[in-house]
């Protein structure tokens, strides 16, 4: 009877401890899954900045931080410290975003493309991938269906948004060969079982499916070919759900990569030769594996040039093991010193690629309190909606309103449950003391609910208009946005 009760009490602790270790099973499962294709989505961001390694982002570091940076709604990124210096060095770097031509585009999609306007505005080129292939594999869209959706849904409202179709290039998947060529080229790097730990694939994925996660990849990699730009940093702003396609590409990238760059312990830096098919001959690596010396001293040499021209004397090469070690280098001249790497890469014959950089937005809550979602109108405002249709869907819209008038004047509205003051922040006021003075006034009661829906209503109807306007200044003339491999 005791072992019983013991057993039980030990069971318990153990999931409690569980629990405690790998966190609470939730909708993504044990093993803590994102879905890009799925309909759920976690808004523990905190949780998933922890699981999946992601940095917060440093709102003191950004130059000219957009209403999305000031309020916190771009929470995290992967190496973006690498495109702030680009943008403060004025060096060259490229931008990255991808579109599914597949229902309407929504004010959710528009905040991906305030980031790239944003990076455009600092000197980023922009490529933006229609991914109909993806939408042919995932969606069941024809190609002539994604390209009419993409074109009539997206880019005219990408154009009303402001992008500059001067660096702006759009380019469809199915379209770009190069993309395709890199994607199967990725796809040496990986396996069947990474792809069911990362995406939850099994022996019933359709092929197509398994093979639209390679050619996002192939989207995120290729401006950095020689015919897209070149060696620069790429940067991917996207929501969450998307990390698992950057989680993917980045490992791909560093296993093409030829030089591995490593903190050692001590301090310093040790760069290794990462030994591939592809280069083990310049490499020195014979075919029966053994080393042949001259051809290794010949690699040692000029990555020894490398290293001395950025100015370190005190290398310690080890050409039998492939290592270089560089006590006196830090983690900040790690960059430039994997960038020369890289062209040297390039010069021998390697891809010579960079892993991307990205960011990372919340979502706005859906109109009626859950995910916002093309296939349910109600949960959010479409880019042309008239203002009759906005307007029913704010005043139904979930609200922090308190039961009674009496009661919301004693008590407040409550903005983290309000649709209306959220829409405010996300979207339609750029303001922030205007923004923070609408909060007050909510918080202690002297605004309601229904004055806060008309509040709402007022600023989402001339920011609609505007879109509409913008949009008809542009019809008929978006192909200025396309690139010449679109047509
Ligand atoms: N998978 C993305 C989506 O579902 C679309 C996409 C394709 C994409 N290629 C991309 C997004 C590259 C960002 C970067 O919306």
């Known amino acids: 009877m005791n072992t019983v009760i013991e057993l039980t009490v030990f069971i318990c602790l153990y999931h409690r401890w569980f629990d405690w270790v790998y966190g609470k099973p939730d909708v993504m499962g044990t093993d803590y899954r994102i879905d890009p294709w799925s309909s759920q989505q976690s808004t523990d961001y905190q949780r998933l900045i922890q699981k999946f390694g992601l940095e917060p982002v440093d709102l003191s570091s950004i130059p000219g931080p957009s209403a999305l940076h000031r309020r916190g709604i771009i929470f995290a990124h992967r190496d973006l410290d690498i495109i702030l ?70 880019i005219i409202n990408y154009a009303a948004l402001g992008l500059n179709p001067n660096s702006t290039n759009v380019y469809f998947q199915s379209k770009r060969p190069q993309v395709q060529r890199l994607a199967f080229t990725l796809g040496r790097k990986t396996n069947l079982s990474e792809f069911e730990s990362i995406y939850g694939f099994q022996g019933e994925t359709n092929l197509a499916h398994v093979q639209a996660p390679l050619i996002q990849a192939g989207d995120i990699m290729h ?5 897209f730009g070149g060696l620069r940093p790429i940067v991917v702003p996207v929501g969450v759900d998307q990390d698992p396609h950057l989680r993917l590409t980045r490992g791909l990238a560093s296993k093409t990569n030829w030089f591995n760059i490593k903190d050692r312990k001590k301090g310093g830096l040790n760069v290794a030769l990462s030994i591939q098919d592809e280069n083990a001959k310049v490499f020195g690596v014979s075919p029966n594996g053994s080393l042949m010396t001259e051809s290794r001293n010949i690699i040692f ?4 040039s490398i290293i001395s021209q950025l ?8 050409p039998k093991h492939g290592t270089i070690e560089i ?40 109109m009626t309190g859950d995910k916002m979602s093309s296939s349910k109108p109600e949960t959010t405002i479409f880019m042309d909606d008239s203002i009759n249709e906005m307007s029913k869907k704010v005043k ?11 009661e919301h004047r004693r008590l407040g509205g409550d903005c983290s449950k309000d649709v209306a003051f959220q829409y405010l922040e996300f979207f339609f ?30 600023k989402a109807t001339i920011w609609l208009n505007d879109l ?20």
């Open 396 to 406: 139904r819209a979930h609200s922090g309103g308190q039961a009674t008038v009496e």
């Open 468 to 487: 509409s306007e913008k949009r008809d200044e542009w019809s008929g003339r978006i192909d200025e946005f396309l690139s010449n491999d679109a047509f």
């Open 85 to 154: 210096n680009s943008i403060k060095n004025k060096t060259n770097f490229g931008v990255l975003t991808g579109l599914m031509p597949s229902g309407k585009m929504h004010l959710g999609h528009s905040m991906v493309i305030e980031q790239v306007k944003w990076f455009q505005e600092h000197g980023g080129d922009v490529n933006v991938a229609v991914a109909d292939l993806e939408a042919l594999a995932t969606r069941s869209k024809s190609l002539s269906e994604g390209r009419k959706t993409a074109m009539e849904e997206y």
């Open 301 to 304: 040499d000029k990555i020894k």
């Open 223 to 227: 401006p950095q070919l020689e015919e």
């Open 327 to 366: 006590p006196g280098a830090t983690s900040k001249e790690k960059f430039v010193l994997r960038n020369e790497l890289l062209k040297l890469e390039r010069e021998l014959g390697g891809m010579g690629l960079m892993p991307p950089c990205s960011t990372y937005h919340r979502f706005a809550v859906g």
């Open 429 to 458: 006021t750029t303001d922030d003391k205007e923004l923070e003075e609408i909060r007050k006034d909510y918080e202690n009661g002297r605004i309601l609910a229904g004055e806060m829906k008309q509040i709402c209503i007022d």
């Open 311 to 318: 100015g370190f004397a005190d290398i310690f090469p080890n």
